[in-house]
């Protein structure tokens, strides 16, 4: 158990350094991380805040002994599939910043995504210097990619003079100031005569200094659930795609095709865009994955009731394991598509907005799941008996059990009973209806039950 204090821990490490621990595993980039926007410009622009020692804000770091699927490519450079740790360390903010960093200086071992004829190793030209502290364009010349140097045998006169300074050795790349700037500092400390305060000189000892000394902050997370880092996640990508507990599950349940041991891949998040894809006809079709995944869950806990899935609440979402829904998804995948045939041609109630409670897709799933003869009389009066209840009979996960029991129970013996309960003309005419409101759905599911011509 963390205390307040270990929770949260400041750090920070030089670039080469970062660098090597993502090369050696020690940080991965979880699948549920926005595609990065590479652009040749805004690396530029990210070297040059590091080449004037600004700062680039920290970088957020989750420590956790969940495993989760993670991208085995950053930047083109492939990780292995088969890493497994006692801890491991995801990336949740910085995803964009350790690609550029990462290929900038390592490029030539991989390729930038829709570009993969481009070579992202960067360059540095010694001869481009700093005027003063407010320079703000010198960079682009500074720093170059190689289709900015290579002249091809002269026929691009663009590049002409830049391909003879990196001939000269005043052009060179990162990578080699990082490996073998002591060869590097001589050539140069050669070509400018022995003059020690050359430009030149000077602007090597500038490089070599920032790779050598520059730290980037990061921020430790320690002993936070996956609910509270799904917050997180969205509190700090405001401008991005919100993390949710969907996106978690499927990383954590995804599993590599591995023909030689003759093992399948699972990707659940492919799964259920095939599920909605073969269902497209259907105004159900674009239902949440939220809502879907709790529906999973359902089916999960009946199935095997030693899963640990006590609830659809995030914590008990995170405990889905692969074989758990493989298991379930040919049965599910009927039960959910016979739900929706239920709610369109059955009660005639043309897409989920008119539901009234949500958790109506989760209780009538259960009594669908594994049941070849459903009662469609029974699943009738249960509809619009709790829909339109004086009380709110269906509004917690309390309910929610109590009622797939009671759906469960008619479905393994075929008995039932609800208590009587008259509709009160008088509490209709003064309840509070609301667009989301159950009563204001109800009584529109039942003129939708009516089949209107407008």
């Known amino acids: 158990?963390?205390?307040?204090?270990?929770?949260?821990?400041?750090?920070?490490?030089?670039?080469?350094?970062?660098?090597?621990?993502?090369?050696?595993?020690?940080?991965?980039?979880?699948?549920?991380?926005?595609?990065?926007?590479?652009?040749?410009?805004?690396?530029?622009?990210?070297?040059?805040?590091?080449?004037?020692?600004?700062?680039?804000?920290?970088?957020?770091?989750?420590?956790?002994?969940?495993?989760?699927?993670?991208?085995?490519?950053?930047?083109?450079?492939?990780?292995?599939?088969?890493?497994?740790?006692?801890?491991?360390?995801?990336?949740?903010?910085?995803?964009?910043?350790?690609?550029?960093?990462?290929?900038?200086?390592?490029?030539?071992?991989?390729?930038?995504?829709?570009?993969?004829?481009?070579?992202?190793?960067?360059?540095?030209?010694?001869?481009?210097?700093?005027?003063?502290?407010?320079?703000?364009?010198?960079?682009?010349?500074?720093?170059?990619?190689?289709?900015?140097?290579?002249?091809?045998?002269?026929?691009?006169?663009?590049?002409?003079?830049?391909?003879?300074?990196?001939?000269d050795q005043l052009i060179v790349s990162l990578i080699d100031i990082i490996k073998d700037r002591g060869e590097i500092e001589r050539n140069i400390y050669v070509s400018v005569n022995g003059q020690f305060d050359h430009p030149y000189m000077q602007q090597f000892r500038r490089i070599r200094e920032v790779l050598a000394n520059y730290k980037i902050s990061f921020i430790e997370l320690r002993g936070i659930e996956v609910a509270e880092v799904c917050q997180i996640f969205e509190r700090i990508n405001q401008a991005g795609k919100p993390l949710d507990i969907f996106d978690i599950v499927v990383a954590k349940t995804f599993r590599s095709e591995n023909k030689t041991n003759n093992i399948s891949g699972f990707y659940l998040r492919e799964l259920f865009d095939q599920f909605k894809k073969s269902i497209f006809s259907s105004q159900y079709a674009n239902i949440d994955n939220w809502t879907l995944l709790q529906m999973l869950a359902v089916v999960v806990k009946l199935e095997f009731p030693e899963a640990g899935i006590q609830n659809i609440t995030d914590i008990y979402l995170n405990k889905l394991k692969t074989e758990h829904i493989e298991a379930v998804w040919s049965n599910f995948k009927i039960a959910v598509a016979k739900t929706?045939?239920?709610?369109?041609?059955?009660?005639?109630?043309?897409?989920?907005?008119?539901?009234?409670?949500?958790?109506?897709?989760?209780?009538?799933?259960?009594?669908?799941?594994?049941?070849?003869?459903?009662?469609?009389?029974?699943?009738?009066?249960?509809?619009?008996?709790?829909?339109?209840?004086?009380?709110?009979?269906?509004?917690?996960?309390?309910?929610?059990?109590?009622?797939?029991?009671?759906?469960?129970?008619?479905?393994?013996?075929?008995?039932?009973?609800?208590?009587?309960?008259?509709?009160?003309?008088?509490?209709?005419?003064?309840?509070?209806?609301?667009?989301?409101?159950?009563?204001?759905r109800a009584v529109l599911s039942l003129y939708a039950n009516h089949k209107p011509q407008d």
């Open 340 to 440: 929706f045939d239920f709610f369109d041609n059955i009660l005639h109630i043309k897409g989920g907005r008119l539901i009234p409670y949500r958790y109506l897709y989760l209780t009538i799933t259960a009594y669908f799941y594994r049941n070849d003869k459903p009662d469609y009389s029974f699943l009738n009066k249960y509809f619009w008996y709790y829909s339109f209840h004086n009380a709110e009979l269906l509004t917690n996960t309390t309910h929610l059990w109590q009622h797939i029991d009671f759906v469960n129970q008619q479905k393994a013996n075929s008995t039932y009973s609800f208590n009587k309960f008259d509709i009160d003309k008088n509490s209709l005419r003064k309840s509070f209806y609301s667009y989301r409101g159950r009563l204001s």
């Open 1 to 167: 158990m963390f205390t307040s204090t270990e929770r949260i821990k400041a750090d920070d490490q030089s670039i080469a350094l970062y660098l090597e621990n993502l090369l050696s595993h020690k940080y991965q980039i979880p699948t549920f991380q926005r595609d990065v926007v590479w652009e040749k410009e805004n690396v530029k622009k990210l070297w040059d805040s590091i080449y004037k020692f600004y700062p680039l804000g920290s970088i957020l770091i989750w420590k956790t002994n969940t495993k989760l699927e993670s991208h085995r490519e950053i930047g083109g450079i492939k990780f292995a599939d088969n890493f497994y740790s006692n801890e491991y360390q995801y990336i949740l903010d910085g995803q964009q910043r350790t690609t550029s960093l990462l290929t900038s200086i390592h490029g030539g071992k991989g390729k930038i995504a829709n570009n993969e004829n481009f070579d992202p190793t960067l360059y540095i030209d010694l001869t481009i210097e700093l005027t003063d502290a407010t320079d703000d364009t010198s960079y682009a010349k500074r720093f170059l990619f190689w289709d900015e140097i290579d002249d091809r045998d002269g026929q691009l006169k663009a590049n002409i003079v830049k391909k003879q300074r990196y001939q």
